[in-house]
């Protein structure tokens, strides 16, 4: 069977569902199993990360600019995301700005700042990674950090604006992204991530941890398998 290029995960659903077609016709389930398993899954996903032998810089940014546009599904030249990996982002590698819609006549969600750290591979080193780079993000925030660059401190602004004039439905996320899902100590660093947030910059503090499994399950989910 050839490679299949998964360049979205809305592709990939259209494929999936052709080929449950294709398995119920000819009886041949072992043919959806195989493409929908998730080691083939993230050797395809990554398939267009690793293309050309990129650096480790350039590789950590197409990485997390792959995963956080599809975790969000947004188009990777939104003008709500705000790109700050670099010497002196303050722990933020993407910033994107999530605006709520009304809801019903009277009725709006709130906007959420989603604060993107990215780990690809062995950056990624498991709580001690988690703790460092949540405290950057939350000193950053928070007004404690020195020497930003100046598009991290257009964004701090930003924050800091967005925090005065929060409502209780407005939230402000900071999330993990890593090439494979957390384990449970990790899972548990996070809540103690949480809880640290919450006491530094209040009850619009919020985290969430994202990787490639996550976009996997999804379209598991969309294609009812």
């Known amino acids: 069977m050839r490679s299949l290029s998964i360049s979205s995960p809305h592709s990939y659903i259209a494929f999936c569902r052709q080929l449950l077609y294709y398995a119920f016709i000819k009886n041949e389930i072992f043919i959806v199993k195989q493409i929908v398993d998730f080691e083939t899954f993230r050797t395809e996903w990554l398939a267009c990360v690793v293309e050309g032998n990129p650096s480790t810089v350039e590789l950590g940014k197409r990485f997390a600019r792959k995963l956080i546009t599809q975790w969000l599904d947004v188009d ?10 670099g010497s002196g982002d303050g722990g933020i590698d993407i910033a994107y700005l999530n605006r709520g819609e009304s809801v019903d006549e009277g009725t709006e969600e709130g906007d959420t700042w989603y604060l993107v750290q990215s780990k690809y591979g062995k ?15 939350i000193e950053t925030v928070d007004e404690q950090r020195n020497n930003l660059s100046s598009v991290a401190q257009d964004l701090l602004e930003r ?11 407005d939230k402000l996320i900071v999330v993990f ?49």
Do not use: W
């Not at 924050?159 to 439905?169: D, I, M, P, Q, T």
């Open 76 to 85: 990777e030249s939104s003008d709500d995301i705000v790109y700050c990996d």
């Open 159 to 169: 924050l800091v604006n967005f925090k005065l004039k929060a409502s209780e439905r």
């Open 177 to 225: 992204a890593t090439q494979d899902p957390l384990n449970e100590e990790e899972k548990r660093t996070i809540n103690n991530v949480r809880a640290m947030g919450i006491s530094r910059l209040g009850a619009i503090f919020d985290v969430e941890a994202v990787s490639i499994a996550t976009i996997h399950q999804r379209i598991l989910n969309k294609c009812e398998i």
């Open 123 to 137: 950056a990624f080193a498991g709580t001690g990674t988690l703790l460092i780079e949540a405290e950057k993000i």
